[in-house]
């Protein structure tokens, strides 16, 4: 069983930046395939963001590309979601995804066994 925690959201302004993270427990992080997704009010949970824990490669929604950053520190079962230039558009529940497969990204919801509570973000116009 694995367990994830979300943190760092908030309330910010067009263009400022915000982190999120999201700590992991009941498995080695490294044994994990991660995601963030996010789901605004009214519309589906969409993906964001995934990376492969050991390695560090990445692939981002066209959405999340050039602004948000996903990353990790593996030491600490921890995910991160650093997100620049944000926008009105960019507010949504902000939720991590895991599944125990190691080396794999996955862009599908379905794909993903595990997800935290989700962390409201909202960006004022």
């Known amino acids: 069983q694995v367990q994830l925690v979300e943190s760092g959201g908030g309330l910010v302004q067009a263009g400022d930046s915000l982190r999120l993270s999201c700590a992991a427990s009941?498995?080695?992080?490294?044994?994990?395939?991660v995601g963030w997704f996010r789901q605004a009010p009214g519309k589906e949970r969409e993906f964001v963001a995934t990376m492969r824990p050991i390695g560090g490669a990445t692939y981002y929604a066209d959405s999340a590309k050039g602004r948000f950053t996903i990353s990790s520190d593996n030491a600490k079962n921890t995910l991160f979601l650093q997100m620049y230039s944000l926008k009105p558009e960019d507010t949504a529940v902000y939720y991590c995804?895991?599944?125990?497969?190691?080396?794999?990204?996955?862009?599908?919801?379905?794909?993903?066994?595990?997800w935290g509570q989700g962390t409201q973000v909202t960006v004022s116009s």
């Open positions: 995804a895991a599944r125990t497969d190691t080396g794999l990204m996955y862009t599908a919801i379905t794909r993903y066994d595990y």
């Open positions: 009941g498995r080695t992080f490294s044994t994990l395939a």
